[in-house]
């Protein structure tokens, strides 16, 4: 999904030690699928929470929003406790640092380790996920 050469827009030497740890992740996550499902968890969608964050190749986010609420779930314009599913679009994303992008990613990464959820799903797991129904 992310060619090996990608580095995010904000890569010089004046981000902060956290920033650039979040940015690895991202290209981690963006290269690699979920960095912390392998495989890839059985994605549930009846009265699930998924949030979205970033651009999608497959269409735009409110697509991605509309298609989970067919399916019975809850889509969240952010992360909270409720929060199953945080899916990261990999289109766009070399302004990850900039925005709510990387917030997005930095609160499911904290919320995942506290409590387990939520799963981080690439585009590909999502795309995947939808397309096993």
Not at 25 to 34: A, D, H, K, Q
Not at 93 to 107: D, Q
Request: glycine share 10%; hydrophobic share 35%; aromatic share 6%.
């Amino acid at each position: 999904v992310v060619p090996d050469d990608w580095v995010p827009k904000r890569s010089g030497s004046g981000l902060s030690d956290k920033t650039k740890r979040m940015r690895d992740m991202v290209v981690e996550i963006l290269r690699e699928g979920s960095p912390f499902d392998d495989p890839v968890p059985n994605v549930e969608f009846s009265g699930k929470h998924f949030a979205f964050t970033g651009k999608f190749s497959s269409g735009s986010r409110k697509d991605c929003q509309d298609s989970v609420k067919e399916l019975g779930s809850i889509a969240q314009a952010g992360i909270n406790s409720a929060t199953d599913y945080l899916v990261i679009g990999a289109e766009g994303s070399s302004n990850w640092a900039e925005g709510s992008h990387g917030r997005k990613i930095e609160k499911a990464l904290v919320q995942r380790m506290e409590r387990g959820k939520p799963s981080i799903l690439s585009e590909a797991d999502w795309i995947n996920a939808i397309q096993s129904i």
